[in-house]
């Protein structure tokens, strides 16, 4: 059972300007309380709140999560506001707001949904060995067609390996 609570939660997180996040009208209705609620309870202690915890939707961002059929399509014609979005802390900051048990017990639904997801992302990542390998292609394919960019790599590398001393300036007390 729970793994379909987290397979249900974790369809409701979606990327967007590059951090996992959550919409408001999702989390109004795993909350079980009402959209309009849910604002209110976060206008009303909006310093709990940062920009990178939560941020309203562009009208094209909006857009494509609906055309690509990543959130069911909701009846646009009666919505006045575009959606909230809200990051992982963000979620985390709700349930201080929405201060009922049944808030709490899926804020930490949610919460373990984020965590399966940041770890499933870290499994998928490669090996240090497949990333030396790829980078071993790659330098092979810029030696091969791209000179200029080989001349910077080679005189970035020898920056790292051996900075340029620098005189010193000034009296030296012995």
Do not use: H
Not at 101 to 107: G, H, L, P, S, T
Not at 131 to 138: F, S, T
């Amino acid at each position: 059972m729970k793994e379909k609570k987290n397979e249900l939660i974790s369809g409701m997180i979606y990327e967007i300007r590059g951090q996992k996040v959550m919409l408001d009208r999702d989390l109004a209705n795993l909350y079980d309380v009402e959209l309009r609620a849910l604002n209110q309870s976060v206008k009303r202690n909006i310093e709990r709140f940062p920009s990178d915890f939560m941020f309203k939707l562009t009208q094209n961002e909006w857009d494509f999560l609906r055309s690509q059929n990543v959130i069911a399509k909701v009846n646009t014609s009666k919505m006045r506001f575009l959606p909230y979005v809200f990051t992982e802390q963000g979620v985390a900051m709700l349930s201080g707001v929405i201060n009922s048990k049944w808030a709490i017990e899926v804020n930490i639904e949610i919460m373990r949904a984020f965590v399966q997801l940041r770890r499933y992302v870290l499994l998928q990542g490669g090996t240090s060995e497949q990333i030396a390998e790829l980078r071993k292609l790659l330098m092979l394919y810029i030696e091969k067609n791209d000179k200029r960019v080989n001349d910077i790599i080679i005189a970035l590398n020898n920056l790292i390996e051996k900075p340029k001393e620098t005189k010193r300036i000034g009296f030296t007390v012995d």
